[in-house]
């Protein structure tokens, strides 16, 4: 006979610390991309994602939980009613992968692993708007964040989770959220920016982050908070959690180097721009192999995706979309390299899961073949077609029925006002004389600045310039 339902104590105790760790970051990100906006669109880049945090915490609560992690219908999502919000799950029996031969599943709460998954949903639409700082209205991105996250989120995570067809059919591997997360948020970003078009002025007027203290201070948040992100997903305290724990701070570690070695051959000086994205691009990358891959495996991911990534944010130049604070440059292609990775070095020997529980392979060096590799592959491009697709069309129809681009004067004067009715400095002058005084300083322009001969002919990276 199976002993009655036991709540493990230790496991719910970090799933409960994990959740407000990774609810941490949603502020963390606000204050990064803030720090990397120009200061008169400061405020409308926050607003992004701290609505994000209202909007699918309900949206969650209410069905998207049921469609990523309820019991699967038919491969693409999981039965809609058997989490339903009218709902409540208080009983003893209420507990997470609970069976019958194990009626204590992992001894966590139900509400306790809904309340996690409700805060990775949270940010990870929160990641998309970074690319259209500065020109998407307000109403439009809260409609675009309610149909992305209906539409494609809560059904990848069922995918790729919640016993849905990438996981179960095709298993790849995703320990934290590489290609459920990141790969997603960065498809989708793509797709809107492609529909709202590029930043007045952009790319020959240098838009420069405004307080590279608050870029630095996103990122360290952010980098706290990822440690519930990802060793938080092994959901129980055992070895794995500390693999994960461990190799999150080896590969951030190691993507802040590979980062800035590239900028000092590029351009001669390491900035604090630069180690925050490379922070961000090593976070990112591991995601997806934290638990599944050796710490030296996980440095060298770190040193590769930082260089890259660092490379990669150069490309929206070469090929004409404005992203403006490089979504894709670091998420989605982060995403994809922490993806492929697992595909070389994800080993048993480190996490008994990958075979016993995900029924997925050891990676190329592991003398696995390249068979993980194509899984992964084949999962990241099913999700990148998917989120990109649904992410243009959803902003289309937005942009052709309520607009989804603010007007140009309001871009040119201050979204923040336009939008929000409120400004996140205060940039009236000390006295009346000239010279454009806070204005000037916060890249505002006022009735008597005038365009200067020598503007740059060539376009300058945001991030790098600092």
């Not at 799933?15 to 405020?43: Q, W």
């Amino acid at each position: 006979m199976p002993e009655a339902p036991t709540v493990h104590a230790g496991n719910t105790v970090w799933l409960l610390v994990s959740t407000a760790l990774v609810l941490l970051m949603t502020p963390g990100l606000a204050l990064f991309y803030g720090g990397l906006n120009r200061s008169k669109g400061v405020l409308n880049m926050m607003m992004m994602s701290f609505s994000a945090i209202g909007l699918i915490s309900v949206l969650w609560w209410f069905y998207g939980f049921s469609v990523a992690f309820g019991t699967d219908v038919n491969g693409f999502w999981g039965n809609i009613s058997q989490y339903l919000g009218t709902k409540t799950f208080l009983a003893e029996t209420d507990l997470w992968a609970a069976t019958a031969e194990n009626p204590s599943g992992t001894g966590i709460p139900l509400y306790v692993f809904m309340a996690f998954q409700m805060v990775f949903a949270v940010i990870t639409v929160a990641l998309i708007s970074g690319a259209i700082s500065d020109r998407a209205k307000f109403a439009g991105w809260l409609l675009f964040a309610f149909g992305w996250a209906t539409l494609v989120y809560f059904p990848v995570a069922h995918w790729v989770w919640g016993g849905g067809f990438i996981g179960a059919k095709i298993h790849a591997l995703d320990f934290a959220g590489g290609t459920a997360v990141h790969i997603n948020a960065g498809a989708a970003a793509l797709g809107v920016v492609l529909v709202l078009g590029k930043r007045l002025g952009w790319p020959k007027e240098v838009m420069k982050p405004h307080n590279i203290p608050l870029v630095a201070l996103g990122a360290g948040l952010l980098w706290f908070g990822w440690f519930g992100f990802n060793a938080g997903s092994e959901l129980t305290v055992d070895s794995v959690a500390g693999l994960a724990f461990i190799n999150t701070q080896l590969a951030t570690a190691a993507a802040v180097l590979g980062w800035i070695i590239v900028e000092w051959i590029r351009g001669g000086r390491p900035t604090l721009v630069g180690a925050s994205s490379g922070a961000i691009a090593g976070l990112v990358a591991i995601t997806p192999a934290c638990g599944f891959i050796a710490p030296w495996a996980a440095v060298l991911l770190g040193l590769v995706a930082g260089a890259v990534c660092a490379v990669a944010v150069g490309l929206k130049y070469k090929l004409g979309y404005d992203d403006s604070l490089d979504v894709v440059g670091v998420h989605f292609v982060g995403g994809w390299i922490g993806s492929l990775w697992l595909g070389l070095f994800a080993t048993n020997s480190v996490n008994g899961a990958i075979s016993d529980v995900v029924g997925a392979s050891d990676g190329l060096f592991y003398g696995g073949g390249a068979t993980q590799l194509g899984r992964q592959a084949l999962a990241g491009l099913i999700v990148t077609a998917w989120s990109f697709g649904i992410a243009w069309l959803l902003a289309f129809a937005i942009e052709k029925t309520i607009g989804f681009r603010v007007s140009g004067e309001a871009e040119v004067d201050s979204i923040d006002l336009a939008e929000h009715a409120e400004s996140g400095y205060d940039l009236s002058t000390a006295s009346g004389s000239g010279g454009g005084g806070a204005f000037a300083m916060a890249g505002i322009g006022t009735p008597n600045s005038s365009t200067t001969a020598d503007e740059p002919a060539s376009p300058v990276s945001e991030k790098v310039a600092g």
